[in-house]
């Protein structure tokens, strides 16, 4: 399975539980995740969407971490099989 294939079923799997996942592109901010995640409720998480087995590049792990001080829930995706709980998580039942 590729990233592109297993963001395409992020999307689809945030739809489906009543949310939105808009790409982000942030110019001049580079290493941002690829996905918001926009739950009801207003709940919010970003989603880095890598292929299997592949890691975050440094300035991306740092990205990650500035957004978990700021108090944002941030996830690495790497398999469609944790898409159900990285959404659960956002939503606010569970852990990151």
Known sequence: ?????????????????????????????????DRLILMPGGRIGFVEVKAPGKRLRPLQEKRKRQLEALGFSAFVLDGVEQIPEILTAIQGGGER
């Open 1 to 33: 399975m590729t990233e592109k294939d297993i963001e395409k079923q992020l999307v689809v799997s945030t739809r489906t539980a009543g949310g939105m996942a808009p790409k982000l592109v942030s110019p001049g901010f580079d290493g941002i995740p």
